[in-house]
């Protein structure tokens, strides 16, 4: 039985000179994970207003086992995380996040 729908936030600090980079680099990942991933709801990414080396990841999955298990053993995810080094300062900050009620406004 599947679990219940989970966000996902993942914060990247871009290495010096590398924001640009960085940036096409998870754009590039981000459309092949959308595409090739059905347990994939949606991903947005957005820059820092006032750090461009630092990126934020918005993802939407059906459930965390399906981020954690199938996603993180694709091919496209396993080559990011072995040149991200390159890109970025240190691992991303991954956290998950459960919906608990809430407002949105029409």
Sequence with gaps: ?????ITVLIVY???PG???EGLDSLASLVATVVAEEPACLGITIHQ???DAARVLLLEEW????????PHMLTPH???F????PELFAGPPDI??????????SA
Excluded: C, H, L, T
């Design 77 to 79: 995810i396993r080559a």
């Design 48 to 50: 820092d207003a006032s």
């Design 81 to 84: 995380i072995e040149k991200a």
């Design 95 to 104: 956290s998950f996040w459960e919906a608990r009620g809430g407002n949105r």
């Design 62 to 69: 059906v459930d965390k086992a399906s981020y954690v298990g």
């Design 18 to 20: 590398k924001a640009e």
């Design 1 to 5: 039985m599947p679990g219940s729908p």
């Design 13 to 15: 600090q871009a290495r």
